[in-house]
């Protein structure tokens, strides 16, 4: 076999996850083909250690678990267990949301609509929302001036609205929820170093999306992250680079 990288993703994360990324999308790529192997959205595949050492014979298992957590704990790569049988505990591998849209080489053209038999929308995870929007958010973050705070409270305050108005008594707007979702933007641009502009312009796409807007009833939600282990932001974001792709 082939081992090959991408040398723009070698020069971000290192040859190693390059190498890595490189086989998980080809494999990606023959299974959303197949239409198989596709849950919550994302393609996966599933090997052993013991067997990924013999198809990467210069790493040892030890030296390819490493390199797999190092990869998880960096977003590129998100773990699951789609095995039949519980006593199975073969992992599954899928190349994470916000490595996609990183780096489009990684989008998968034959990935079934996610309202196709195969591929189903994310589930609401309720307990996640309902933590995030009754949290303590009651002040602005340690390194956000004042006057980027009051940017995104006016933001997050506007975007409650506008929601209110499409779907009415689902929708709150509260003081606590306002600055939840404040909070959350504060995070995706400051701390995630999404640029303004792509936080913008991915809300108000899920905003009035058919399916995304109804999952999206405050900002609070964004950072969290959901079954699939992917934060609801970073799932918005494939979604929307899946969309744009295809209609190419």
């Given at each position: 076999?082939?081992?090959?990288?991408?040398?723009?993703?070698?020069?971000?994360?290192?040859?190693?996850a390059a190498i890595i990324l490189n086989c998980?999308?080809?494999?990606?790529?023959?299974?959303?083909?197949?239409?198989?192997?596709?849950?919550?959205?994302?393609?996966?595949?599933?090997?052993?250690?013991?067997?990924?050492?013999?198809?990467?014979?210069?790493?040892?298992?030890?030296?390819?678990?490493?390199?797999?957590?190092?990869?998880?704990?960096?977003?590129?790569?998100?773990?699951?267990?789609?095995?039949?049988?519980?006593?199975?505990?073969?992992?599954?591998?899928?190349?994470?949301?916000?490595?996609?849209?990183?780096?489009?080489?990684?989008?998968?053209?034959?990935?079934?609509?996610?309202?196709?038999?195969?591929?189903?929308?994310?589930?609401?995870?309720?307990?996640?929302?309902?933590?995030?929007?009754?949290?303590?958010?009651?002040?602005?973050?340690?390194?956000?001036?004042?006057?980027?705070?009051?940017?995104?409270?006016?933001?997050?305050?506007?975007?409650?609205?506008?929601?209110?108005?499409?779907?009415?008594?689902?929708?709150?707007?509260?003081?606590?929820?306002?600055?939840?979702?404040?909070?959350?933007?504060?995070?995706?641009?400051?701390?995630?170093?999404?640029?303004?502009?792509?936080?913008?312009?991915?809300?108000?796409?899920?905003?009035?999306?058919?399916?995304?807007?109804?999952?999206?009833?405050?900002?609070?939600?964004?950072?969290?992250?959901?079954?699939?282990?992917?934060?609801?932001?970073?799932?918005?974001?494939?979604?929307?680079?899946?969309?744009?792709?295809?209609?190419?």
């Open positions: 076999m082939h081992h090959g990288f991408d040398v723009e993703v070698a020069r971000a994360y290192g040859v190693e998980f999308h080809f494999w990606a790529q023959k299974n959303a083909a197949n239409k198989k192997h596709i849950h919550d959205g994302l393609v996966w595949t599933y090997n052993s250690r013991k067997a990924l050492a013999e198809i990467f014979p210069y790493w040892n298992e030890n030296k390819i678990r490493r390199i797999l957590e190092k990869m998880e704990k960096e977003g590129l790569i998100v773990t699951g267990n789609y095995n039949p049988s519980g006593y199975d505990r073969t992992k599954w591998y899928a190349i994470s949301a916000q490595c996609i849209c990183q780096f489009s080489q990684f989008h998968l053209a034959d990935l079934p609509n996610r309202f196709g038999k195969n591929a189903q929308p994310i589930p609401v995870n309720n307990t996640v929302n309902n933590t995030v929007d009754s949290g303590n958010a009651s002040a602005k973050p340690g390194a956000c001036s004042s006057e980027e705070w009051e940017e995104y409270l006016a933001y997050s305050e506007g975007f409650l609205k506008k929601q209110q108005d499409m779907w009415g008594k689902l929708v709150e707007v509260t003081d606590v929820k306002i600055k939840s979702g404040a909070r959350a933007i504060d995070n995706l641009i400051r701390v995630k170093a999404f640029p303004r502009k792509t936080v913008h312009e991915t809300i108000e796409w899920a905003r009035v999306h058919e399916f995304w807007s109804l999952q999206l009833r405050s900002l609070g939600s964004l950072t969290k992250k959901g079954k699939n282990g992917e934060t609801k932001f970073a799932n918005i974001l494939a979604a929307r680079a899946r969309e744009i792709h295809n209609a190419r």
